[in-house]
């Protein structure tokens, strides 16, 4: 793997994939609003105002400054765990509005920082709870239509 450090082939996969989150995270905050929270990559920051336009035209293939195109490279990884962070944070936001259990956020309020391994928990924790609604509120149409059904043969 060491020797694919600084492959502009690699980098530029990364850098589509960058740009691929982006229009997914966007899509998203069309839905909700921004979602505030601490950059991963740059925590004196928050993640949805980072200038990825600006990041990507700062860290890129260099072909005279090796040493350079693989510190870019692995900015260029961590920008991707920054996006997918924020993905992840924006869906959980997402399913505890749907599960109303929050109101679309304010666009001062800002979340508190978080490790990787903590926002996957938070969502998969907001996943099982929408399920369960879901699965609930199934069941409550399932039982009223029978109830429904069995009035219209009395």
Not at 36 to 43: A, L, N, Q
Not at 107 to 135: D, E, I, Q
């Amino acid at each position: 793997m060491a020797h694919l450090l600084g492959n502009q082939d690699c980098m530029d996969s990364l850098r589509k994939d960058i740009t691929d989150l982006q229009a997914a995270i966007i899509d998203a905050f069309s839905r909700v609003g921004a979602v505030r929270y601490p950059s991963w990559k740059f925590p004196d920051k928050i993640s949805c105002d980072l200038d990825l336009v600006m990041l990507l035209e700062q860290y890129d293939f260099v072909e005279e400054d090796p040493e350079f195109t693989q510190h870019s490279h692995i900015v260029l990884f961590e920008i991707v765990i920054d996006r997918l962070l924020l993905l992840l944070q924006t869906f959980t936001y997402y399913t505890e509005i749907i599960a109303n259990e929050r109101t679309i956020p304010s666009s001062s309020a800002v979340g508190p920082s978080m490790s990787v391994g903590l926002t996957v928990k938070k969502f998969w924790n907001s996943l099982l709870r929408l399920g369960s609604l879901y699965r609930q509120s199934i069941s409550e149409v399932l039982h009223n239509k029978k109830a429904g059904g069995l009035t219209a043969i009395l």
